[in-house]
């Protein structure tokens, strides 16, 4: 098409020229960023798969509508299906995390079973139990998909406050599942509406009368032959959501439906054949199952945020609007505007310390699972193991609130960034923000998780006054008085790793003990435990915030440091990014940096000045940096990111295959003509054609005229 | 239904008792945030209208299709067009206003006709074209409806830089309209692919040769009776995107379009019949055009802000989660939680104050119009108007940009609130933040308009400093040293307006000033004027930002000083808002309080521990002062947003009505059931089928031997 050619030829040269002297090795930077050269061979593996397969085709999936989009997922579904039985656990997990950035709700549909279903029935189950439903085909999905029937109506994260409930019946040893009420169906059931044959629910143990707390239950939903329901289940679509349409949620009423009693899981508590109910000694470790989710939804947001930054800057490196200099030849390149560099370049150094924290938090995670599965009964590690895990709960509490939080603003900016572009459903980000969305309020609302976070670190504080040794993560509390007192010793200590993670220990370490401060004067004023902790929730935020921006600048450093200078100017570009990174959520949460005075007045500026000129800095190798982050065309799906920069060719020509212009108009003869051509019906002048005001008058006239004479009678 | 009673019950009591005492006069306190009784009428008149007439039945609308809600749009606009002529322009603007919030899309197409297109006509056509479109019937969309020809699919805000032609011909005394390129498409056009006849566009005027610049042509693009496309014009679908569907976005090219001379919109430039190009003698006053569009976009974030948390709020005050008392009967109002305060209690104080910000700046608008409307050739007011101008433009500019950005925000930040049920479409955030989202790009993209306040912001304290008297916006420019020298007194002056309203002064005067002084020192070393101010945008754009939230503040106190003490409460509250919002904003741009050094660290910590004491404050009243939003039911369209609380029963019915469950499965046949009863392929072992490993065996045997053979052959 020769009239589209002036613009292919500019775009593609210009990003082309972007990559020309690259000042560092692309494909080292990117291995460092994946962990390994493998885990990123593998991912190219799943990625070209997923690309030459038709089930995968995603072009058209912007004007699929929900019911299309829910077909497709389950065709994508039976293709993955192969490979849970086919590969290994860690690859699977890997092509899994790919898939939440082609297809989120396709992530979640699995998930549902994967994830939760199998998750809840290994948690939960006795051996024989779980052997159970392992032959009925839990593994490779044969005749069952699970659901995870937790949320009501009427009750999300208060799990003690469900309303359904178990009664055992004595009489024929089963459970009597019942929903009592509207409130207490089961609500957001992902994998209910179409999906499921049996739900893991949560629900109130009832025996001889007596309430137990909430516990789990096998409830068979359908028969998997028919997908008729079974009786008393009532299960309905919840319908249109935000996004990731693909999930089929639905809601749950049970009407005295009646189970196995073996069909509660009864690893912890127990109901004997006679009605015995029996507590577990110990205290459940149920944490692994949310840290599982956590660490993938930190990893979800690095990914998602160097998806969505990958659309902006290329389009950024292309797009040019207006001439900086009035003789100069071609409009200029909206990125080498020093406004729209602070608009993306803050965000990419976030992306990139976000992928090394998520890389940390999943080593953490497989450290604290491998300990947890390797306790015995009795096992003098028992203590440090439940350290460990409860220091592993609240530092991914908070980093899974601020990373999506972070994340759902990175999508939202580069849609911004990309200005009436963005907007357009066929560049991505309408469906990438409608689909992350919800990772701020699933497995734990965002300002709950901050706070479970902001609690630890008053907990970390106190324990560290009385002695005790801090590990790492809050470390900088070991030596407060000295971390406290701490001053930015000069502008050329925010040059250095050490100079910057200086400054974030003493605002932390600030953050904490004001929140730890306000809480025991809350206590000294007679407040209870709980009614302490919610009159600081505000203070305990804040030192939630703070601390988690310090521990993922750490991360970022620790990564920096641990690498080896090869001279491939990997290491030297991720220490500018690491830098850059400190410094802009210095400058984001000045405030507390002024506050704790670690910053005088004119370092603020300096900080300022710096963030400006790392962003000009990062501008230079923008476009290889994001090279580097490994995402094919087919997984960003996005015309105006394409990697060699034909982007309005492509993006043309996809807006047309979406929206054939051979289909004629759908409405002109129903609804335009009518209009265009109506006869405004003109308002007849009804008073003048009943000739009502002569009327009136004549009425008038022969009142009087009768009255006159009436009169003139009465005078006679 | 009995089953339902219980919650429905109990969450109609809890908002019947939020509503029980309120502490001012409601219907005072909105006739107020109406600016009259009389505006608050008409409003409850449209929206009962609406709520009535069977054409704006929206229950259905979450689950419609691109497609269907386009025709749905149509049948409203039928609808509406009857008003356009028999109302008064105020009142139209008025039910307009309403529009927006009800049906954003709809909005658009007709503000495409009645904003883009017949303004362009009023603002670019001699008297005799514009009496020629009237006859036409452009008023009355008889025979015609318009669309606005401006961007193109390279080239957005940059109007100069515009690629398609309108070449003068001479001969046959017309204009040639060409698309020469695949980037100069015109892209995005609202209107184009459904619904219009005629276009405004915007192409390089060309004659004789020689280019003159951008000008405006009218395009007939379809014949009304059939709605063909007329030769040479190609118009596409844009199809899908993030929000408004219901508008018909477009892309239109030109292949040597012919249309008479008089097409030309001559006011300004003009093109005689022998080719002679007269350009006007004054620059054009072309702002009124996007003042109008900005006016209308800060109302309508005070009302779109209003109906987010109107919906939120409610939720809050009827959701119960988790007792922080375990004696409780019931489980804690969420409303109830500081937290939860924190979330929502600021932006409440933001939208009243954007409220009253927005009816200032619609009486600024019309004193501008007026002046420019009045003026004579000649006329000695010439300078003062222009200067009216261009400080309204700014302001607007500014206003429009952190009033669109900040209700984005609180759009979301509400959805976040009501957790798991924001997410469902039904309850109205999803479509709202889509909808929403596109004031921040377009009629100029946010960050650009911030950077032109800043731009005039800076020109203001030159002309301040060579003694010039600011105006009210900018007064606290006027006497500078002593602004900048300012402090904050003491924590008490924390607790009046005045004391707030000189805090921000001196902040905004340093912000203001460290970007003048930063671009001076750009142009003293050398670089150029244009050059200068991109050097320093950020420091600009956060002088905007600072400058903005100062005159937000200041909007919001003034309305509250006008308001006489009537003994109903309304300015009592009112006045505990406005503080509210200043000192919130003052902590959430603490950093800039700190470095001016107006506030110390100590008085930092007061003004938190304040804003967290009006959190709480304002929870006593949100309620009341929500229904003072005078928002219906119908308007809302959320049923977790119900005036009377009755949430649970509503939305399940909602959904249920929109999810019928009795159209079966729908692909279970298809998909699911081939899918749990598939036979997974076991791998043969082909290598023992086909025996190749004793086969190579036996080669390797007779090879051998064969060697052997030969061996013992030549040793002979």
Chains 1, 2 share one sequence.
Not at 149 to 172: P, Y
Not at 277 to 303: I, K
Not at 306 to 325: C, H, P
Request: a negative charge.
């Amino acid at each position: 098409m020769s009239t589209s050619k002036k613009w292919s030829d500019l775009t593609m040269q210009t990003i082309a020229k972007e990559r020309a002297t690259p000042p560092f090795d692309i494909r080292k930077m990117s291995i460092e960023q994946h962990g390994s050269e493998k885990d990123l061979i593998k991912k190219e593996k799943f990625m070209l798969e997923a690309a030459r397969d038709p089930v995968f085709y995603s072009s058209d999936i912007y004007d699929l509508t929900k019911d299309q989009i829910r077909e497709r997922t389950m065709q994508r579904i039976q293709k993955l299906a192969h490979y849970v039985t086919s590969e290994s656990v860690d690859d699977f997990q890997k092509r899994m995390e790919l898939m939440s950035l082609l297809d989120p709700g396709l992530w979640t549909r699995l998930g549902v079973h994967y994830g939760l279903f199998l998750g809840a029935l290994r948690s939960g189950c006795t051996p024989n139990q779980f052997s159970y439903w392992m032959e009925k085909g839990v593994i490779g999905c044969k005749e069952m998909f699970g659901c995870f029937g937790m949320t009501e109506l009427a009750h999300g994260s208060n799990v003690a406050g469900l309303e359904t409930t178990a009664t055992f019946d004595e009489q024929t040893d089963e459970f009597v599942i019942h929903t009592p009420n509207l409130g207490a169906t089961k609500w957001w059931i992902g994998g209910a509406a179409h999906t499921a044959t049996h739900c893991s629910v949560f629900a109130q143990l009832v025996v001889k009368g007596k309430k137990h707390g909430t516990k789990t239950f096998v409830v068979p939903l359908r028969d998997p032959k028919t997908f008729n329901l079974l009786p008393g289940i009532n299960i309905g679509d919840i319908g249109k959501k935000m996004g990731r349409d693909g999930i089929d949620n639905g809601y749950i009423q049970f009407t005295n439906v009646r189970i196995p009693r073996a069909f509660m899981l009864m690893k912890h508590t127990q109901v004997t054949r006679d009605g015995e109910v029996r507590e577990p000694p110990l205290q459940q470790l149920t944490y692994g199952a949310l840290l599982q989710g956590r660490t993938a939804m930190v990893a979800d947001s690095a990914n998602t945020a160097k998806k969505a930054l990958t659309i902006s800057i290329r389009y950024a490196a292309v797009r040019r609007q207006f001439k900086s200099d009035a003789k100069a030849e071609l409009e200029t390149q909206i990125l080498d505007y020093p406004i729209h560099q602070r608009r993306l370049m803050p965000l990419l150094a976030q992306s990139v310390a976000f992928g090394f924290t998520a890389l940390e938090l999943q080593r953490l995670y497989d450290e604290t699972s491998n300990a947890i599965e390797a306790l015995e009964p009795g096992d003098p590690n028992l203590n440090a193991t439940i350290e460990m895990l409860k220091e592993t709960h609240a530092t991914s509490a908070g980093l899974k609130a601020f990373c999506t939080w972070a994340t759902l603003e990175t999508i939202d900016k580069s849609r911004q960034a990309c200005g009436g572009h963005g907007y357009s459903s066929y560049n991505g980000f309408a469906n990438m923000y409608a689909d992350f969305a919800v990772h701020c309020t699933w497995e734990g609302d965002n300002t709950i998780l901050a706070l479970q976070a902001g609690r630890s670190l008053i907990s970390s504080y106190q324990d560290a006054r009385e002695g005790k040794k801090l590990s790492s993560g809050t470390g900088y509390l070991n030596n407060i008085e000295k971390v406290l007192a701490g001053k930015c010793p000069s502008d050329a200590a925010l040059d250095t790793l050490d100079g910057i993670d200086a400054g974030w220990a003493t605002v932390a370490a600030h953050a904490v003990k004001k929140a730890a401060d306000d809480y025991e004067a809350r206590i000294k004023a007679g407040r209870s435990k709980e009614q302490a902790f919610e009159d600081c929730s505000q203070v305990r935020f804040v030192a939630a915030s703070i601390h988690t921006s310090g521990y993922i600048f750490r991360q970022f450093r620790h990564a920096v440091e641990r690498l080896e200078s090869r001279g491939d100017g990997v290491k030297e570009h991720l220490e500018i990014l690491a830098k850059f990174y400190g410094l802009w959520q210095m400058e984001e949460k000045a405030a507390f940096f002024l506050r704790s005075a670690w910053l005088s007045p004119a370092q603020m500026d300096a900080v300022q000045a710096k963030v400006t000129e790392y962003c000009a800095k990062t501008r230079e190798f923008a476009i290889p940096l994001i090279d580097s982050f490994a995402l094919s065309d087919h997984v960003l799906n996005s015309p105006i990111g394409r990697y060699d920069g034909d982007i309005y060719r492509e993006y043309f020509n996809m807006v047309r295959k979406n929206n054939p212009q051979l289909k004629g108009h759908p409405y002109f003869e129903k609804l335009i003509k009518p209009f265009i051509f109506r006869e405004t019906p003109e308002m007849e002048d009804y008073d003048e054609a009943i000739g009502i005001d002569d009327e009136i008058e004549e009425i008038k006239q022969d009142r009087e005229e009768a009255e006159a004479e009436a009169k003139a009678n009465e005078d006679k």
